[in-house]
């Protein structure tokens, strides 16, 4: 179990078999029998996540508490192989990707809500518990914990703090770091310790600042603190309708601009429509340039005035129609097209790659026409639903991998979009993480100097670089290599 290429492919020799034995016999000691998992037949599944990158894993191992994750890291230690800390594999970077081999450790039994207290608006949750089940577990008392990825019916926790995640609701709460009070984490030795605290400001430096978007690098995060907000009195939703993208990306400034802060601003383009209205239809019109989905929330006089507002703003910037849901059916209606839509995508190609740049809002109009001419140039149909209010991107590259050369013009375009964000003073992610996927574009935000001083971070807590090796940082594994290396992807599998 050596860490090696991941593309070379060697006959393990004697030794390396005995190792591998040993430390697999040690790790059933640990967690049980039922619980390590080595045949290819059961791994397999592990080899991806909601990326175009896959390397088989060489065993999988899952703990149910922070004590079996940290006698899993001693016992990785001991026999000097990686750990990839894994989460409910939804992101879309390559993160759970075993670059290196070694030991996936996956936290999905680790599912307990450990604590709800409400006065203190506090929740604590395990790694695997999933986003929406912190929600869940204290509606009912009025409460609502407010990141909330696309994704966040099937995603973690700890995946969440992983990459920072975001969602909808961004613009005007924050992404994951803004509600994340104290992290349980377990260190490279072992170590089982609490960073942060349950209250918002701990003195000293924020060492759980540090974790939320390391991308399991630095430790494995094993339990948060959540912050809950309180459940707001009124939500009005509207969908506004244009014929024209520029029309709809300049709305989305002029909201904003008129002092309106949205819980929500999200945009899907025409071939979005197309795929939700194909899949699982909510109603939206399929000749429409773009649908623009606005949400407000507060106390209900405030609610009732944001929405004629933006109501407003919305037909005088060219909206044909603004509807505006008359009950939480048709709001949850609306809602279902939205968190649908990456799903909805496989309606219109086996493949598709998702993108995940950001620019400042004004450049909206421009970066959009650029995605279009960017699509136009390789040959490639693009299909984009974003957060239009904070800027995050996410054009949807669609495509079939089984068509030879193909693969390689949505790499290309996939930076040459990333390279166009950067141009308009953006990024190249705004909540899915560098992974395996970006780290190769992380010189077009920093300097050598800068890197290095987020390498000896890294190396502060993790001197022997074995947690997730091969992510965030540039190395000579790049996205493109690995992207080569499978040739197990099943014929018709959508991404």
């Not at 949850?332 to 219109?348: E, I, N, P």
């Not at 992974?435 to 010189?443: F, H, R």
Request: with cysteine; hydrophobic share 45%; proline share 5%.
């Amino acid at each position: 179990m050596r860490r090696e290429n991941p593309r070379t492919q060697h006959a393990p020799d004697a030794a390396a078999g005995a190792d591998r034995r040993a430390l697999v016999a040690r790790l059933r000691e640990i967690v049980g029998d039922r619980h390590v998992l080595v045949d290819p037949a059961d791994v397999v599944v592990y080899e991806q996540d909601g990326s175009i990158l896959q390397v088989l894993p060489e065993v999988v191992v899952l703990p149910a508490s922070t004590a079996e994750v940290a006698a899993v890291v001693r016992a990785a230690r001991e026999a000097d192989v990686p750990i990839v800390p894994r989460g409910s594999g939804t992101g879309l970077a390559g993160g759970a990707v075993p670059a290196e081999g070694g030991v996936v450790v996956s936290l999905a039994r680790m599912t307990r809500v450990r604590e709800v207290n409400l006065r203190h608006r506090i929740v604590v949750a395990e790694a695997g518990v999933i986003n929406l089940d912190v929600t869940r577990a204290v509606a009912s008392g009025g409460y609502f914990y407010a990141p909330d990825p696309s994704s966040q019916a099937a995603c973690s926790i700890g995946g969440n703090v992983a990459n920072n995640s975001g969602g909808p609701h961004t613009l005007a709460y924050g992404v994951t770091t803004n509600h994340v009070l104290g992290l349980e984490v377990v260190l490279g030795d072992g170590t089982i310790t609490w960073l942060g605290g349950r209250a918002v400001d701990v003195p000293g430096y924020d060492l759980t600042g540090v974790f939320v978007g390391s991308e399991g690098t630095l430790g494995i995060v094993t339990a948060a603190a959540l912050r809950l907000m309180r459940t707001r009195e009124a939500v009005r939703t509207l969908l506004a309708v244009f014929d024209r993208m520029d029309d709809a990306t300049d709305v989305v400034v002029r909201i904003t601009g008129a002092g309106i802060v949205p819980a929500a601003l999200e945009m899907m383009d025409r071939t979005t429509i197309e795929a939700v209205e194909t899949g699982a239809p909510v109603g939206y019109p399929r000749d429409a340039e773009a649908v623009l989905l606005v949400e407000v929330e507060g106390v209900r006089e405030y609610a009732e005035r944001a929405a004629e507002l933006a109501r407003q703003i919305c037909t005088r910037g060219g909206a044909r129609e603004v509807r505006v849901a008359r009950d939480e059916a048709e709001r949850q209606r609306l809602w279902k097209g939205r968190k649908g839509a990456f799903g909805a995508l496989g309606a219109l190609a086996p493949n598709y790659y998702v993108q995940d740049g950001v620019v400042p809002r004004s450049r909206l109009p421009q970066i959009m026409r650029e995605i279009g001419e960017i699509g136009r140039r390789y040959g490639l149909r693009i299909a984009n639903v974003f957060h239009a209010g904070d800027g995050n991107l996410h054009p949807n590259l669609l495509f079939d991998m089984r068509v030879p050369g193909q693969l390689d013009r949505v790499i290309a375009a996939g930076a040459d979009i990333l390279r166009a964000c950067v141009a308009a003073g953006g990024s190249i992610t705004g909540e899915h993480g560098i992974g395996l996927e970006k780290k190769a574009y992380m010189d077009l935000l920093f300097s050598p100097a800068d890197l290095d001083a987020m390498a000896r971070v890294r190396r502060a807590f993790d001197p022997d670089g074995r947690f997730n090796p091969a992510k965030v940082f540039p190395t000579p594994i790049t996205c493109a290599e690995m992207r080569r290396a499978p040739a197990t992807l099943p014929a018709g599998l959508w991404i």
